[in-house]
């Protein structure tokens, strides 16, 4: 029952620079748990299902990077946390085509150096029901890992990037070929009805 934190609370990553950033995970039921960041801190109690959710004051705060700290029955510590711009590129195969496929990507590649331009990949996944976790690791943009990035979310965020001067971040989740009901909640194809006769066959078939 120590402190979990969801997937993409790991090193590396890129918080949204806001008034009200949650930070959550599962912990011990009761356990008092204490979230801090640059002099931030926020502090919970975890509920009877064991979930604990807080929010840190991060607006205005210099892109870092920081020290996250979560701490309770045990401590977790994220290093090389970023403050600035998140953004979820999502879709279909136009925003899963990776860099290293465009037009002059070896030389963008090769000059792609930047430590404020990151991207979390969610890897490929489907289920019928919401899901609290995924698979995925953040990485810093340059020669070794920029060709992974969508290259319209990469030269979307390098412009972002630039234009602000603070860092940004993609969340990629995207599925070629897939089609617009996957993306669908069972809620939001009872009210397009024209789409729900759809949906209704493909989870009659198995399809996600």
Request: charged share 15%; net charge negative; proline share 4%.
């Amino acid at each position: 029952a120590e402190i979990q934190l969801p997937c993409m609370f790991k090193d590396h990553m890129v918080l949204q620079e806001a008034a009200s950033v949650p930070v959550w995970g599962t912990a011990n039921a009761g356990a008092h748990i204490t979230v801090s960041l640059a002099g931030q801190s926020a502090e919970t109690t975890a509920g009877a299902d064991g979930k604990w959710k807080v929010a840190l004051n991060l607006h205005g705060l210099a892109g870092g990077p920081y020290r996250l700290s979560i701490a309770g029955v045990n401590t977790i510590t994220l290093f090389d946390v970023l403050v600035g711009e998140v953004w979820l590129a999502g879709g279909q195969s136009n925003m899963e085509f990776t860099l290293a496929k465009s037009i002059g990507a070896d030389a963008e590649i090769a000059q792609s150096t930047n430590a404020n331009l990151r991207q979390f990949e969610v890897k490929k996944g489907g289920s019928f029901d919401p899901q609290d976790t995924c698979s995925g690791e953040w990485v810093s943009a340059s020669p070794a890992t920029s060709g992974r990035f969508s290259a319209i979310g990469y030269y979307f965020a390098k412009k972002l990037q630039q234009d602000l001067q603070k860092p940004v971040a993609l969340v990629s989740s995207y599925y070629g070929g897939s089609n617009v009901e996957s993306w669908l909640s069972p809620e939001g194809i009872e009210k397009l009805p024209e789409i729900k006769p759809v949906a209704d066959a493909m989870i009659a078939e198995g399809r996600s």
